[in-house]
């Protein structure tokens, strides 16, 4: 189910990301495809806290606040380091 819902944020970023393309860099596909391996990759004791900021990312990038998504981005990649 994890890896359902990281390939639906991956897929769902790809999509919203082209829309800001020429816009600030912070919050793109190749960033969101790093985040995402890091969860994937991140203890499962570390993966749904990591998951949920993923999730806000998204849901950031969707809105169109792409400072809120950069933050959430780098607080998924440490809850997916930490430890």
């Known amino acids: 189910m994890k890896r359902f819902t990281l390939a639906t944020i991956a897929i769902s970023a790809v999509m919203a990301t082209s ?31 990591a998951i949920e900021e993923l999730k806000m990312a998204q849901l ?3 809105e169109g606040d ?13 809850a997916a380091t930490i430890g």
């Open 19 to 49: 829309a800001y393309a020429e816009g600030e860099k912070t919050c793109d596909t190749e960033t969101f495809s790093m985040v995402i391996a890091e969860v994937e990759n991140a203890r499962a004791d570390r993966k749904e806290a």
């Open 66 to 78: 792409n400072d809120a998504c950069a933050v959430h981005l780098e607080n998924a990649s440490k």
């Open 60 to 62: 950031k990038l969707e």
